[in-house]
C-alpha cells in the first residue's frame, strides 16, 4: 500500500453531472453493490453513533452517516497506520502534514469545480461545526446579528446562540418545483448590525443546488448590505444529474474577499470520525482577519490518520464517489417512488444533491411530533423536523444512504405503521 508520502495526484477532473446511461448507471450502480455494501449484522457490530444510539429494536435512518464500507484508498491509509504504528508529529513531503492537505484541498476544488484556490489561504480544523463557531467569533460581535435561511442544519443554531449572536432567520419557501430563497422576506430580517449569512448549498436538509441565477442574486444581497458570507459546501460531491455545484466564492470575483468557504471529505466519504476539514479564505487579507483575532493555534489541527485519509479521498477517490453517485441515484428513486405510490400525504420536493430526504407530515395529522411518534408506534429512527427549523414538527429528514433491502424496511415502516 502507498505510503502517505506517495500519495497518487492524477485523477482526472470530474465530469459533469448528466442523465446517466441506462447501461453505465446500472454497471456502477452494481459494481458498488457487490463491493462496499455493509450487512446488518456488520452495521450492528459497528461503534458508530447511527447504529448504537438507539437500542436494537430501532431501525436508523437519521444521523449522517452511510452504510457502506470506506473507498479503497481510505481503506489503505488506515491499514498503513496500523502496520506503521506511527504517533510522532505528522510531516509529509518535509513538510507539515496540514499544508499537504492545504495542498490537496486546492487539487480538489480545480479538478472538481474548475476553482483556482491557494493552499496558502487554507486552515485545517477538526470539523466544520468548529469552524462555524470561529468564524462567527472571528467575523462578528457579540449582540451583532448571524441570518440563516431554515430550515437549516442545527448545530447552526447553537453556534449563533453560544457565541452570543442574534440569530436572524429567513425560511426558504416552496415555490411549486422546490425550495427557494424569499429574498424580500430575508431583506426584512436584517438590521444595521447583521454582519453574517451563514449559506448551506447543497442545503441540509432539504436538497436544493442553488443554480447560477439564485447565487447571482445572493450575490447581490450579500453585497447590498455588506455581509461575510459562511458558505457551508461540506455536501458539494452528492450531486445527482443535472444539476452542477457552483462555489459562492466563484460567482463573481468581488465575492471572494468575503466568503469562507467550509469543506470536508467526512460527509461523501463517510469519515467524520476521522476529523479533518478545511476552511478556506477567499483572499489573504480575510484569513488576516481572521488569525488577528483567533490565532491558528487556537485552532488546534486534525490527526495525521485525517489528514491522509482526506488527500486519499481527494486525490483518489474519485472513483468510488462516482460509483456512489449512481448507487445513491437508485436508493434516492426508491425513496421517491414508495413515497409517491404508498404515501401521497407525504409532501417531499426531489433532492438535487445529499442522501436526504426532507419529508412534510401535516397531513397524516399524527397525534405528537413525527420523529417523536415514528420513533415510538414504528421503531423507526429519523431526524425530528423541529430541530431544523421552528414549527417543523410535522416534518421530519430520512436518510437513504443505506442498502435497498434496509431502504425497503425503513420506507416501510413509515408507510404501512398504523397512525390509528
Known amino acids: 500500500m502507498p505510503k502517505p508520502t506517495e500519495r497518487r495526484v492524477n485523477m482526472p477532473r470530474t465530469a459533469p453531472p448528466h ?17 462496499f455494501l455493509l450487512s446488518p449484522e456488520t452495521l450492528r457490530q459497528r461503534q458508530t453513533m447511527k447504529w448504537q444510539f438507539y437500542p436494537p429494536e430501532i431501525l436508523p435512518a437519521w444521523v449522517a452517516e452511510m452504510d457502506y464500507d470506506l473507498a479503497p484508498a481510505i481503506a489503505d491509509v488506515l491499514r498503513w497506520w496500523a502496520q506503521a504504528r506511527e504517533a510522532g508529529y505528522p510531516y509529509r513531503q518535509r513538510d507539515r502534514a496540514e499544508i499537504g492537505l492545504a495542498r490537496a484541498f486546492s487539487r480538489y476544488t480545480l479538478r472538481a ?36 435561511q431554515t430550515p437549516c442544519y442545527p448545530p447552526f443554531y447553537q453556534a449563533i446562540d453560544d ?19 424569499d429574498f424580500e422576506h430575508a431583506e426584512r430580517q436584517l438590521d ?22 439564485e447565487l447571482e442574486k445572493l450575490a447581490d444581497f450579500v453585497e447590498a448590505h455588506d455581509l461575510l458570507v459562511i458558505a457551508d459546501e461540506i455536501h458539494a460531491d452528492l450531486i445527482y444529474p443535472d444539476r452542477r455545484h457552483i462555489p459562492f ?35 489573504p487579507e480575510l484569513k488576516r482577519r481572521f488569525t488577528r483575532r483567533l490565532p491558528a493555534r487556537l485552532l488546534g489541527y486534525p490527526a495525521g490518520i485525517g489528514i491522509d485519509a482526506t488527500v486519499a479521498a481527494w486525490d483518489d477517490g474519485e472513483e468510488w464517489l462516482g460509483d456512489l453517485r449512481h448507487y ?4 434516492r428513486a426508491q425513496t421517491l417512488a414508495a413515497l409517491h405510490e404508498r404515501l401521497p400525504q407525504a409532501r417531499i420536493r426531489t433532492p438535487e444533491a445529499t442522501y436526504f430526504a426532507w419529508l412534510d407530515l401535516s397531513e397524516l395529522a399524527l397525534p405528537a411530533p413525527a420523529g417523536e ?10 431526524n425530528a423536523g423541529e430541530a431544523f427549523i421552528q414549527g417543523g414538527e410535522q416534518r421530519v429528514r430520512l436518510n437513504f444512504a443505506t442498502s435497498e433491502n434496509i431502504l425497503a424496511q425503513v420506507l416501510g415502516r413509515l408507510i404501512d405503521s398504523d397512525r390509528s
Not at 125 to 144: K, R
Request: charge should be positive; hydrophobic fraction near 40%.
Open 113 to 148: 469545480f474548475d476553482w483556482e484556490t491557494d493552499p496558502n489561504n487554507v486552515l485545517a480544523v477538526n470539523e466544520l461545526v468548529q469552524a462555524i463557531y470561529l468564524a462567527i467569533m472571528a467575523f462578528s460581535e457579540p449582540g451583532e446579528g448571524v441570518l440563516l
Open 19 to 35: 442523465e446517466p446511461d441506462d447501461r453505465q448507471h446500472a454497471l456502477r450502480a452494481g459494481r458498488f453493490a457487490a463491493n
Open 192 to 213: 444595521a448590525n447583521t454582519r453574517i449569512l451563514i449559506l448551506c448549498n447543497p442545503h441540509n436538509p432539504t436538497g436544493r443546488v442553488l443554480r447560477r441565477d
Open 373 to 382: 411518534w415514528y420513533r415510538q408506534r414504528a421503531s423507526l429512527a429519523l
Open 249 to 283: 466564492a466563484t460567482v463573481r470575483s468581488s465575492l471572494a474577499a468575503r466568503t469562507v468557504t467550509l469543506n470536508s471529505a467526512s460527509k461523501s466519504f463517510n469519515i467524520p470520525g476521522l476529523r479533518c476539514g478545511v476552511m478556506y479564505f477567499g483572499t
Open 328 to 331: 445513491l441515484y437508485d436508493r
Open 163 to 181: 457565541t452570543g449572536r442574534r440569530l436572524r432567520t429567513s425560511a426558504l419557501v416552496d415555490d411549486g418545483s422546490g425550495f427557494a430563497i
